[in-house]
């Protein structure tokens, strides 16, 4: 099923990543179960719906909700397009978006990821792998999603951005998802303070293209980003707390608890 611009739909995108992962990466239960793969993929769904990041989805979800159902997507759309819009964003936009294709983006993360295979201390193997994961944890949200709002793209129908649930499937933007995570993942990776704010700028790129485009309205691409923003904050919980450890300890005459990291 192709998009109105001629583009697999994003949550096909996941679906492939999904199946892709389980049967290439980890091309058997045996080695899930060996290297704990499957214990993080699970730990990951857990972070990602813990009460405090349902919370602040429900929050984010219900600014989007006034946007979309108000006037503000429309009139912010309009004012972009015939004030801002002009042929450097659009070359710039089709430079962006190729973050977001499928064609590009599952190989290209896949071959990353395979490298943990090969090297367990690989950067860019570990970098493969949480992308990969983020997409895991929140393919199925965004798809849901879509579809709970039920909102259109602009010109697609009468209603414009506003929310009707199962009404449509553009609610929430499968591409600005998908093109945010890997500069999220990044981001929230590096130390260096100015690569990580050069990252987390760039992980906006997609979002803005398709506002560009008007393939979505703003609501629609800062809820694609938001949902990255969670799902790759769940990811990298996970690694977070792999690294750090806590045991009791205790001796003839004293007993306390002891705190460890790896890094």
């Known amino acids: ?3 109105r611009s001629g583009q697999a739909r994003p949550w096909r995108v996941g679906l492939s990543l999904l199946l892709t992962v389980l049967f290439g990466v980890f091309p058997s239960p045996s080695v899930v179960a060996s290297e704990g793969r ?4 699970l730990t990951d769904q857990r972070n990602y719906y813990s009460k405090d990041r349902l919370l602040r989805l429900g929050v984010v979800f219900g600014v989007g909700g006034i946007a979309a159902n108000t006037s503000f997507d429309e009139r912010f759309q309009r004012h972009y397009q015939d004030r801002f819009r002009n042929a450097h964003t659009d070359e710039f936009s089709e430079m962006a978006l190729l973050f977001a294709e499928g064609k590009y983006l599952i190989p290209v993360t896949l071959s990353l990821a395979s490298l943990s295979l090969i090297d367990e201390d690989s950067s860019l193997g570990e970098f493969g792998g949480n992308t990969i994961r983020s997409y ?3 393919a199925v949200p965004v798809f ?3 579809r709970v709002t039920g909102a259109s793209r602009p010109g697609e129908s009468d209603r414009g951005s506003k ?4 009404a449509d499937d553009n609610g929430v933007s499968g591409h600005a998802f998908a093109g945010a995570v890997p500069f999220l993942v990044a981001a929230r990776t590096v130390e260096n303070p100015f690569a990580k704010y050069a990252l987390y ?3 906006l790129a ?3 293209a398709r506002v560009n485009d008007k393939d979505h309205y703003v609501s629609q691409a800062a809820l694609g980003w938001y949902m990255a923003f969670e799902a790759t904050g769940a990811v990298l919980e996970t690694e977070r707390n792999k690294r750090i450890g806590v045991a009791p300890m205790v001796g003839g005459d004293y007993y306390g608890i002891a705190v460890f990291g790896s890094w």
């Open 1 to 3: 099923m192709l998009s």
């Open 38 to 41: 499957m214990d993080d993929l």
């Open 136 to 138: 895991l944890v929140g």
């Open 144 to 146: 849901a999603m879509q």
């Open 163 to 166: 929310w009707q649930p199962l």
């Open 201 to 203: 700028a760039a992980s």
């Open 206 to 208: 997609v979002p803005f």
